[in-house]
């Protein structure tokens, strides 16, 4: 008879066990679903939908961020942008021997060094001190920078793809940042 009850409580517990196990993976299941839902429902209130969820889903970290947490992944989304665009402009200057044309691409390269390293930077600080107002003004900033820097050239700038790219993901990063 001892061995039929320690046999059934052990079987309980087992049983409990498991089902506490399963419940508790439901549960992470469901969270990383809602915080996926987050992102997906952030994105549907911006200009592009699927460049919004496109970039934040790049980042593994995106499934388990709050809007804070979105709205940063899509500053640090726009600061790669700048940084890939700055790479752009520095190899126009190496390869450019028209003096007129090289002197344009440095203009632009020290337009976007600050945007790079310091502009983004304080506007992921902003997001996380919740500051939003100061980092949709930094998204504003950016913006008339970088048109800036393609005004410079009468032809049409040999930037106008990457910076048109570069607006959509400010446009996207300020109406995220008007949803906090």
């Known amino acids: 008879m001892k061995k ?5 409580s052990f079987f309980q517990t087992l049983l409990f066990s498991c089902l506490f196990l399963q ?3 439901s549960s992470t299941q469901m969270n990383d679903i809602v915080l996926d839902d987050l992102a997906d429902d952030m994105c549907k209130k911006t200009p592009n939908f699927d460049l919004c ?3 934040i889903h790049s980042n593994p970290q995106a499934g388990k961020s709050d809007a804070n947490g979105i709205a940063v992944i899509m500053v640090n989304g726009i600061l790669q942008s700048v940084t890939n665009t700055l790479s752009f402009i520095q190899g126009l200057v190496k390869e450019t021997k028209d003096p007129e044309l090289q ?3 440095v203009s632009c390269a020290e337009t976007y060094i600050p ?4 502009i983004l930077p304080q506007a992921v600080d902003s997001i996380n001190k919740k500051k939003y107002g100061l980092a949709i003004f930094s998204m504003g900033y950016i913006g008339k920078e970088i048109d800036s820097c393609n005004k410079q ?4 700038s040999p930037l106008n793809e990457k910076t048109g790219s570069l607006h959509e993901l400010l ?10």
């Open 23 to 25: 419940l508790t993976q």
């Open 103 to 105: 002197r344009k691409y």
């Open 4 to 8: 039929t009850s320690a046999f059934m």
């Open 171 to 180: 446009d996207i990063g300020t109406a995220i940042l008007k949803q906090l």
């Open 153 to 156: 050239f009468s032809n049409g």
């Open 53 to 55: 969820s496109s970039t």
């Open 115 to 118: 945007l790079e390293k310091t």
